[in-house]
């Protein structure tokens, strides 16, 4: 807050961090509603968006690929470029072998991974 807030939050969680994290956004700023991992929509006070000029908007892949399947590929194609070219990389935050696949799965249920899950043969 000291800062002024930040200009863009990508919201995949949603509940109530998602909310938090609605109300650190600076005047001006975007809001993009990734889904809902928590389990709950936030409740946004749309007023806020009003009065600070924050633009909501929504990304939903799946409804994305029916409305223009051509900008998923691209939109694909450019991320694994990226990626091949070490631009960017996931976090992984857990490797396991597959005997310990039950716990990568209770390391997502518990909520205590913070980044990728790799379970590998």
């Known amino acids: ?9 990508y919201d995949a969680v949603g509940g109530d961090l998602g909310a938090a994290a609605f109300r ?3 005047p001006a700023g975007h809001f993009l509603i990734i889904g ?5 929509t936030p409740a946004l006070p749309l007023n806020h968006a009003l009065v600070k000029n924050i633009t909501l908007s929504g990304f939903y892949w799946g409804g994305l690929l029916r409305l223009d399947p051509v900008a998923v590929k691209d939109s694909l194609k450019q991320i694994f470029a990226w990626y091949a070219d ?3 990389s996931p976090h992984v935050s857990h490797r396991l072998p597959l005997a310990q696949a ?4 209770d390391l997502l249920a ?3 991974a913070t980044g990728k899950v790799l379970i590998l043969p």
Not at 36 to 40: C, I, N, T
């Open 110 to 112: 518990q909520r205590k």
């Open 86 to 88: 070490g631009a960017i």
């Open 36 to 40: 809902f991992a928590a389990g709950d």
């Open 24 to 26: 650190a956004l600076k």
């Open 1 to 9: 807050r000291a800062l002024g807030g930040v200009d863009v939050v």
């Open 102 to 105: 039950a716990e990568g799965l």
